[in-house]
């Protein structure tokens, strides 16, 4: 359930009209609605209130700071993959003892950040980062908690480049030489082995790769506990996937019971990633019609948002619906909706069935609070959109668009441009 709902004809975020803020604050911009975030934050950490666990929301889906902020203040704890997501998780007031951190190329300044912020874990995901992080909290004279996370070879039935548990995918350390990457790490004595960890993808709409995986799991605890290496926590990493269109994802109570039965008895606590659940839904990306025009085999709306705005169609070929913020009785028409990047690949929606929306209008781009903002880019030298949180019926500017100044900021020019000859 989210807040963007049509009044009168109007689509507006809570209480507020989309086109209002529009008027304020320009085009294009992603647009939060502050109760469906809590909403969601809720409904998936109340699914998993009867065990003992911690759901760290993923920062990659969604880390503007008041987003941010917002889960920190509920309780929540913070997944992250690198030293920009930690700053930024500190800083909006998550506590360092419910962060953990994943990612397969851990740089070393990065690891002394987290150690010197006393993390939960660090999610390994080879054996020379086991080391690498074994000997610079040596140097830092810490105990550094880890969890190995395990590829367990499932296959999460996702587009390939948001698929990560199988044997060709870049993450974690299969399932066989994990066992053996834990003896090597019971041996490092910098180190405090806390857990087991798997992520296995990303808009995962079945619940069978979940349990595959989690069934993979228990049995390498099992086996681990039998050689005296007490596995304490289990990360389930994230996944869970999203209604864009007309999927029918497991709903998080659905996929917390079957966790939670599977556990049974095994006196762990449970750690959780959720991203895309937490943030798809609770956001939209507000574009307006620059111009119309028809060709011999299609049509076109041209949107004065692109693939640097919001990255997944061209990426993926991702779904977002598409909407009118002002809607009325209208022909339908069936259009490529694209925006004014050079790339043929600059596309939201293609051979899309659509009202007809003219010149001027405005448009949403619906369930675009994961992966939107987050992903978007200055390619092109374009701007990046403003971030607009609405609570009731306020709304504020939670990131302003940027500027051309923004542009070139931190550039400079080397003398050896500037000092004469000017011309060689
Ligand atoms: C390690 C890890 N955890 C959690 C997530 C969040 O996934 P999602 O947004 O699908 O819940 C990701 C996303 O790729 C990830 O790589």
Redesign the pocket.
Known sequence: MHHFKYKENELHCEDVPVCKIAEEVGTPFYLYSHATLARHYHVFSNAFKEMDSLV?Y?A??NSSYAVLKLFADLGSGL?I?SGGELFRGLKAGFKPEKIVY??VGKRIDEIDYALESGILAF?VESLEELEVINSRAAAMNKIAPVAI?VNPNVDPKTHPY?S?GLKKNK?GIEADAAIEAYIIAQDLVNLDITGI?C?I????IQAQPFEDALESLKDMILELRGMGINIRHLDM?????IIYNEETPPLPDEYAAGIISSLKGMNLKLIL????????NAGILVSKVLYRKSGEIKDFVIADAGMNDLARPSMYGAYHGVQPVVSSDRRTIVADIVGPICESGDFLATDRKMPDVKQGELIALMSAG??GYTMASNYCSRLKPAEIMVKGNQFHVIRKRQSYDDLVAGESIPSFLTDPPRHL
Do not use: M, W
């Open positions: 760290c993923s990659k889906a997944d993959v994943s990612g999610n996370r948001i990560t993450f960890d992520h993808g990303s808009q995962i990493g994230g996944g869970l996937g990633e959720p991203g895309r659940v937490i943030v798809g994961a992966y």
